[in-house]
């Protein structure tokens, strides 16, 4: 079942002599339950496709379909509501709130929409990160390590369509990163859940089941590894 699908997508930044074009004609499909790195190097394109995948920005051109909703179409409320209720998004900083426990923080999304918690689902969330004796911890009383887990388990709490990390690791160190993945790999497996993983390591990008290579914003490689 295809999850996600690009069309001739096309992004361009100023106009005249400082024209930009971030992204050309990029044709991508996805279906539900892979797990996908796009790779590239800095200023390859990538974090700006992201970005649009994330409904965070919209293309100049083309169209981009996530779970069946043309993100072309979406006002700007309507595409904040759908990045919350159909889009994980996991960053290299983690975007915690502060003031609020772990716990709150993981939930936020569901508050947002004034929605109860599956009890049992959440658990199948944060058993396997590691973080279930941190709920009623501030942020601050945790590692880089740990907040990106909460992070994670907030993108996923919504059972979103699609997870997209955006350089998940760039910020913990190889331990803590060698986790981060493992926790990753774990919700596609276990979870089925979706995930697009951007990164410039190529490392990390071994993880995944598919690589996608983004360059002067073209794809110029889609490869499948197993």
């Known amino acids: 079942m295809e999850i996600l699908k690009c069309e001739g997508v096309n992004k361009v930044y100023g106009s005249g002599s400082n024209q930009v074009t971030a992204l050309s004609g990029i044709d991508l499909s996805v279906s539900k339950g892979e797990f996908v ?4 190097a800095s200023g390859s394109g990538k974090s700006t496709l992201l970005h649009i995948l994330g409904s965070v920005d919209k293309p100049t051109s083309g169209k981009v379909i996530i779970d069946g909703t043309d993100l ?13 209720r159909k889009v994980g998004l996991v960053y290299q900083f983690y975007n915690l709130i502060p ?4 716990r709150k923080n993981i939930l936020m999304p569901l ?18 990160l590691g973080i279930a004796d941190k709920l009623e911890a501030m942020p601050c009383q945790l590692s880089g390590g ?10 996923l709490i919504y059972r979103p369509a699609l997870l997209l990390a955006d350089e998940p690791t760039g910020n913990l160190d190889q331990k803590n990163s060698r986790e981060i993945i493992d926790m990753l790999k774990l919700s596609n497996h276990n979870l089925e859940q979706t995930v697009l993983l951007i990164t410039h390591d190529e490392k990390v990008a071994l993880e995944a089941e598919r690589i ?3 360059e002067d ?6 490869k499948q590894r197993r």
């Open 37 to 40: 790195a796009i790779t590239g």
């Open 72 to 84: 072309s179409k979406l006002n700007q409320t309507q595409a904040a509501i759908f990045r919350r």
């Open 99 to 102: 003031t609020l426990t772990v």
């Open 111 to 128: 508050a947002l929409d004034k929605k109860k918690p599956d009890q049992e689902y959440f658990e199948r969330v944060i058993s396997p």
């Open 146 to 155: 740990q907040q990106q887990r909460v992070a994670i388990a907030r993108s």
């Open 212 to 214: 996608i290579t983004v």
């Open 217 to 222: 914003g073209c794809i110029i490689s889609d």
